[in-house]
């Protein structure tokens, strides 16, 4: 898969070097490219910015500089596609935004099936409006929240979405048996893990879990995982959205 990230903080993007996406980019799983959106003005001051139409505070990303930038990686994206790439697939515009839909585990493995990713990060409050009518021409445009607050900019966003798509592509994860029993897999959040020793500081590994019976520990499992939603995510579970106070 290839992932070009566009910002005017591409040092915030360095994480990707790091651990599991940092060995996949290293073995060619992933093919991430970060680029300035600054090497795409064409004024002395490198201007990315000005004041918002209408009024208001702060300052609003010009369209120009990043329809510069997604243009250049739109070409040279098609012309790096295999010979055999399905014709006419359109990379994807991943936008993080608070004002965007909620990016799931759902929209994580969608994604990861997709040939070429674009990150675009934006920063102050917002691009122009009037570049996502553009680059709809161009790509699937998505624009995606993290959750119900708000970070400075798209960067750290882009960081979390790009691990959890990454992740997915096949052998990012050494043992592709690990994304199976993960929390938002199967809708429903994770069991509990212990580890050796089965007593520690006076509190021991539940029973079963020593037990050696299959059955019973994928049943006890099973049961924690619907407990702990419940009491943490009852809004995954169908029905009822509030939990009802503990015994
Ligand atoms: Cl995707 N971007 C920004 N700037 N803030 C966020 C977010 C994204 N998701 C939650 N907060």
């Known amino acids: 898969m290839r992932v070009d990230v566009v910002t005017i903080f591409p040092e915030y993007l360095a994480a990707l070097d790091v651990s599991l996406i940092g060995k996949a980019r290293r073995d060619g799983l992933l093919d991430i490219r970060i680029h300035d959106l600054?090497?795409?003005?064409?004024?002395?001051h490198r201007t990315v910015d000005d004041t918002p139409y209408g009024g208001g505070a702060g300052m609003v990303m010009k369209p120009e500089p990043w329809a510069l930038a997604l243009e250049g990686i739109a070409v040279a994206g098609a012309e790096a596609a295999a010979p055999t790439a399905p014709q006419g697939a359109r990379p994807v515009l991943?936008?993080?935004?608070?004002?965007?839909?909620?990016?799931?585990?759902?929209?994580?493995?969608?994604?990861?099936t997709a040939d070429h990713l674009v990150v675009?990060?934006?920063?102050?409050?917002?691009?122009?409006?009037?570049?996502?009518?553009?680059?709809?021409?161009?790509?699937?445009?998505?624009?995606?929240?993290l959750g119900d607050y708000v970070l400075n900019g798209g960067e750290v966003a882009?960081?979390?979405?790009i691990e959890a798509i990454g992740r997915l592509v096949p052998g990012v994860v050494?043992?592709?048996?690990?994304?199976?029993?993960?929390?938002?897999?199967?809708?429903?959040?994770?069991?509990?893990?212990?580890?050796?020793?089965?007593?520690?500081?006076?509190?021991?590994?539940?029973?079963?879990?020593?037990?050696g019976d299959h059955g019973r520990v994928a049943a006890w499992r099973h049961d924690q995982q619907l407990e702990r939603t419940r009491a943490r995510r009852p809004d995954l579970?169908?029905?009822?959205?509030?939990?009802?106070?503990?015994?």
């Not at 882009?158 to 979405?161: G, K, Q, R, S, V």
């Not at 579970?237 to 015994?247: E, F, S």
């Open 120 to 145: 675009a990060c934006g920063r102050y409050e917002g691009i122009d409006e009037r570049l996502f009518e553009w680059a709809g021409e161009h790509f699937d445009v998505r624009l995606v929240s």
């Open 174 to 211: 050494g043992n592709p048996e690990s994304l199976v029993e993960e929390s938002h897999s199967d809708g429903l959040l994770e069991y509990p893990v212990y580890t050796k020793p089965s007593s520690w500081r006076g509190r021991e590994v539940p029973e079963v879990l020593l037990s």
């Open 158 to 161: 882009a960081l979390a979405m």
């Open 94 to 112: 991943l936008v993080p935004t608070p004002s965007g839909t909620l990016f799931q585990q759902a929209v994580a493995q969608e994604l990861s």
């Open 38 to 44: 600054r090497e795409h003005t064409v004024d002395r």
């Open 237 to 247: 579970l169908p029905g009822d959205k509030t939990a009802p106070p503990l015994a």
